[in-house]
């Protein structure tokens, strides 16, 4: 039995579709073990804490336990295949009646957001292109730029200096066209086999073994599972053009994705 | 292309937990190397806040999360022995030629120029002044109106785009700054 004080709490991981009260073994954080509270048919997937919760009590501590909720979030949607993934850190103070009655004003929200997500997941698409590759490639199409660099080195010092100077800025910008157009090309291609993107306008972490590539483009893509593999395709023949190289991670949960600001009950 | 997960790295789950997901207003109190995770859910359901609060949820975490923020708040970015702010400002940059222009303030030291963020006390870039080549001011398109950017070129044939009010000054500041290296 659950001892119920003015301190406790209820840690939230996400909310799910099943009217069974289950307990999932200790999959949260600090090894808690994570349980639904019903209504209906949706349920809250929780972590119960007789205190509540204290910053963490150095930096190891605090990685834990964003791993931990990643590791519930795969496990919850290993489960009960849609799922509504909260933010980390989502504590509400109470007990399970609490939730409930949450869960019963906001039923409708909760529901058909479910079903708008069901048999889809959340992927991250990143484009990065080698800049070296561009800068040969912009100077191959571009007659002027190829003139322009021909005057170089037939000059004084000072005004070879000034022609150098007046090509970089004109193949800077020849490279931000191509990539803007690029980039639009790609976009639509993708967008094609996506019911939703958000193009990140912060660009998400790139690990090493991209780095010295730049990036083209970074999208957040809710795809239906049967166009998974169209997508796949798509971005194989982006992958395969020279200087491209593409990134796709998934799946996730739809954290870019769910969104209940519309038509939360208040 | 099959997508992967190539070994989640902590640095992508923190741009999907912290950023994006449902939210409530009262995160956790937790830290990540001195640095105060609070605050970092933007996307408040308005709404569904005042639900929660009406249910009683979260007025004493409320509180709580307030006062652990103001002790905790930090106001400055962490300085390198013997680096001097010389100009601090707030405007934009951007990198190369993305296209994509981020805000936060900007600091003009002895060392280096960098961007930080305060909310997350995060530095975001920075370059320093030793290893810049050019230092140019250049008109630019930017949501179709002219106007000034300064073009800093780095060793590494990086360029920086710096963006505010007063561009005149930050070069002047900032030429008189890279001479002194």
Redesign the interface.
């Known amino acids: 039995m659950k001892e119920i004080t003015q301190e406790s709490c209820l ?2 991981y ?2 799910v579709n099943t009217a069974a009260e289950q307990n999932l073994g200790p999959i949260g954080i600090n090894d808690n073990s994570v349980y639904t509270i019903v209504y209906r048919d949706i349920a809250a997937a929780v972590h119960f804490s007789e205190t ?5 009590k150095d ?1 190891q501590q ?2 834990e ?3 931990s ?2 590791y519930a979030i795969d496990k919850l949607t290993e489960k009960f295949n849609t799922i ?11 007990n399970d009646e ?1 939730i409930r ?2 869960m019963q ?2 039923y409708d929200s909760f529901k058909s957001e479910l079903e708008r997500l069901s048999d889809t997941a959340e ?1 991250l698409v990143q484009i990065f292109y080698d ?1 070296k590759v561009l800068a040969e490639k912009v100077l191959k199409e571009n007659p002027d730029l190829q003139a322009l660099n021909a005057k170089i080195d037939g000059g004084s010092k000072g005004k070879n200096y000034i022609l150098k100077k007046q090509f970089d ?1 004109r193949r ?1 910008h020849a ?2 066209n191509e ?2 157009k690029l980039g639009t090309e790609f976009g639509n291609a993708i967008y094609e086999n996506t019911m939703e993107m958000i193009h990140e ?5 790139v ?1 090493e073994k991209y780095k010295g590539k ?2 083209v483009i970074t999208l957040s893509c809710l795809v239906s599972n049967r166009s ?1 593999e169209n997508l ?2 798509v ?2 023949q982006i ?1 395969q053009r020279e200087g491209f190289t ?1 990134r ?6 739809p ?2 994705f ?1 969104d ?2 519309r038509d ?3 | ?6 070994g ?17 207003n ?8 001195g640095i105060p ?2 605050g970092l ?1 933007l ?1 408040l ?4 806040i ?3 609060l009406e ?4 007025e ?2 409320d509180k ?1 999360t307030r006062a ?1 923020e103001l002790e905790h708040r930090i106001n400055k970015p962490v300085l390198m022995s013997e680096e001097e702010v010389m100009l601090r400002f707030y405007g934009s940059y951007s990198h ?5 222009w ?1 805000y936060c303030f900007i600091y003009l030291t002895n060392r280096r120029i960098f961007g930080w963020n305060k909310s997350i006390n995060k530095i975001l870039y920075e370059v320093s002044l030793k290893n810049i080549l050019e230092i140019t001011v ?1 008109t630019n398109i930017h949501e179709e109106k002219e106007r000034e950017e300064i073009c800093i070129k780095t060793n590494d ?1 990086n ?1 920086l785009y710096v963006h505010s009010q007063n561009i005149n000054e930050i070069y002047c500041k900032l030429i008189k700054e890279v001479h002194c290296i």
């Open positions: 840690y939230l996400s909310i509540k919760p204290k910053a963490a930096e605090a990685k336990w964003i791993f909720h990643n509504l993934p909260f933010s980390f850190g989502c504590v509400a103070q109470g609490t009655s949450w004003k906001n992927y800049p800025v800077d490279i931000m990539l803007s306008e912060k660009s998400f972490h690990p730049k990036s998974v796949g395709h971005l194989d992958n593409v796709f991670t998934g799946p996730w949960a954290f870019s769910v209940l600001k939360f009950q208040t | 292309m099959i997508p992967e997960r190539e989640d790295s902590l640095v992508e789950l923190l741009d999907r937990l912290l950023n994006k997901g449902l939210v409530l009262a995160d956790v109190l937790i830290s990540v190397g995770l609070i859910s996307r359901l308005a709404a569904g005042e639900t929660m249910y009683g949820l979260f004493q975490f709580d652990w190369n030629q993305s296209k994509t981020n250049i044939d360029f």
